[in-house]
């Protein structure tokens, strides 16, 4: 896999963890614990999608 095809999957990754978390939101009584781990694990995707980008 190529160092673009990665940064693609993350960003479908984000794209997705970004979704989970507005449906979250949404809900009556959201879980703040998933809320928490779902945005924790958004960040860390941005976080390897920075550092694989070329600058």
């Given at each position: 896999?190529?160092?673009?095809?990665?940064i693609e999957s993350l960003k479908f990754k984000h794209e997705e963890l970004e979704t989970k978390i507005s449906r979250e939101e949404l809900r009556p009584h959201?879980?703040?614990?998933l809320l928490h781990d779902l945005k924790r694990q958004k960040l860390k995707l941005k976080d390897e999608i920075t550092t694989?980008?070329?600058?």
């Open positions: 896999m190529s160092v673009q095809d990665r959201p879980d703040d614990d694989l980008s070329p600058h």
